[in-house]
């Protein structure tokens, strides 16, 4: 069974920086999309950044220049490095990932998630 396990959230001043890692395990398979959502407060989950398995990337407007995603295919790891934190960025961080291509289907509705980790941005 596919375990997505998240880590590296925490706290940190807006201007400053958090490396969010993710580690798939338990599948012969590598993955193939991965990305990365968020919930902020009181919001649904949304699309952060993506990666897919050529390393083509996709990024939300409200992240672009801030946010990088990356992967480490010989070890299943995925990573997102943010930048430049606002207090709008705080939330919680999600870990998703699948064995299609990220544009043969949705990745949010057919992938495996993670169970997240908290990302709190403070004045």
């Known amino acids: 069974q596919v375990q997505v396990v998240e880590s590296g959230g925490g706290s940190a001043q807006a201007g400053g920086s958090l490396r969010l890692s993710c580690v798939v395990s338990?599948?012969?398979?590598?993955?193939?999309?991965m990305g990365w959502y968020r919930r902020l407060q009181g919001t649904r989950r949304d699309e952060v950044a993506t990666?897919?398995?050529?390393?083509?990337?996709t990024y939300a407007d409200s992240v672009k220049g801030r946010f990088t995603v990356s992967r480490d295919n010989a070890k299943n790891i995925l990573y997102l490095q943010m930048n430049s934190l606002k207090l709008e960025d705080a939330g919680m961080y999600y870990c998703?990932?699948?064995?299609?291509?990220?544009?043969?289907?949705?990745?949010?509705?057919?992938?495996?998630w993670g169970q997240g980790t908290q990302v709190t941005v403070s004045s």
């Open positions: 998703v990932v699948d064995y299609w291509r990220c544009y043969q289907r949705e990745l949010d509705r057919f992938g495996q």
């Open positions: 338990g599948d012969t398979f590598r993955p193939v999309c």
């Open positions: 990666i897919d398995s050529d390393g083509s990337t």
